[in-house]
């Protein structure tokens, strides 16, 4: 529920409304801008009567919020979320580009990777230190010490890191060292991490899970906001459908649908999605195109020798000319490339 002050309000008047609210236990959220004052109403308010509430001295609207994301819901947050890492505006008018290998292999390869895509363009650096896979037989990454890695590739770029989290017992080391923590598809609905992520203050990147809908989607966005953490980035990354040319099938009306019911950034990852490299330059175009906010992007020095994903891994000198091109076409689409 939204509810619309007046604009002469009094503190008292506000107070009252306030305790209203809570005595009912019910949550508020200011939600105001430089023209109009609002507060949102987090719960369960069909109980209340909108009569008992425009009784209040000091309400001037009521509307009432429909899907169960509320706090995610662009009707709560009519403003688009702009998130701020380290400098890196994710949202608005940036359009900002994370590239890296799948996984950190060696200090070697995951240098020379960070080099390559710091040169090129890329804002932020990428890599999977763990790597949750389908197979227990495949690769898992090298986990802590991958992340020391990343730490190694952060301090000689200066870039910052995103990489995936796969349980809650790790949360603290990654709070200390990870500039944006990933969930995975495959976690998207693992709510106990949901909620432990939603009590820190860090960046979440929550990827759409395989066969989710948008709603389900948004609906696990708000556990995390739920619990007071609002910096939160969404991922489209392809969905499974009946089609096996291709890995999974991009959904790029995802990006339209998520701008319209959310007021949070969103930005696409082509690599997971066609898992073919020779694909993954023009649906990167077309995800600026359309609206994204940014791009996750794989890139891998030696991609046939890749222990993960090296068929959808972006060779240095390919990703340099996409980020040519995208930062050619992005003032096209009133986007800047930094």
Aim: with cysteine; aromatic share 6%; net charge neutral.
């Amino acid at each position: 529920m939204i509810i619309k002050l007046k604009n002469n309000i009094s503190d008292l008047d506000f107070k009252r409304i306030e305790n209203f609210f809570i005595k009912r236990g019910l949550k508020l959220k200011d939600a105001s801008s430089n023209e109009v004052k609002l507060i949102g109403v987090i719960g369960d308010t069909k109980s209340i009567m909108e009569s008992d509430i425009m009784a209040l001295e000091g309400v001037e609207h009521i509307t009432r919020i429909q899907v169960p994301y509320k706090k995610a819901s662009k009707v709560f947050k009519p403003t688009p979320t702009i998130i701020d890492v380290s400098g890196i505006k994710i949202g608005g008018d940036n359009f900002v580009v994370m590239a890296g290998p799948c996984s950190v292999e060696s200090e070697e390869q995951i240098l020379e990777v960070a080099e390559a895509c710091k040169k090129a363009g890329a804002q932020i650096l990428r890599g999977g230190a763990f790597k949750p896979r389908t197979s227990p037989y495949a690769f898992q990454g090298l986990k802590l010490e991958g992340l020391d890695l990343l730490l190694k590739a952060k301090e000689k770029t200066g870039m910052p890191i995103i990489t995936e989290i796969p349980s809650v017992d790790l949360i603290p080391r990654f709070v200390k060292d990870v500039d944006i923590i990933q969930v995975g598809a495959r976690n998207m609905q693992n709510y106990q991490l949901l909620k432990a992520l939603g009590e820190i203050d860090k960046p979440i990147l929550l990827k759409r899970g395989l066969s989710a809908t948008y709603d389900e989607w948004l609906m696990a966005v708000e556990y995390i906001l739920a619990g007071g953490n609002e910096k939160v980035i969404l991922c489209e990354r392809g969905i499974r459908t009946f089609e096996s040319y291709t890995r999974n099938t991009l959904d790029l009306q995802a990006v339209l649908a998520a701008k319209e019911l959310s007021h949070l950034p969103v930005i696409v990852d082509p690599s997971h999605a066609s898992g073919r490299y020779e694909m993954v330059p023009q649906l990167a175009k077309a995800s600026l195109a359309v609206g994204a906010d940014g791009l996750i992007i794989e890139v891998h020095n030696n991609p046939e020798f890749a222990l993960s994903d090296g068929a959808q891994s972006l060779k240095p000198e390919k990703f340099s000319i996409l980020m040519k091109e995208l930062k050619e076409l992005a003032p096209y689409f009133k986007r800047e490339i930094k």
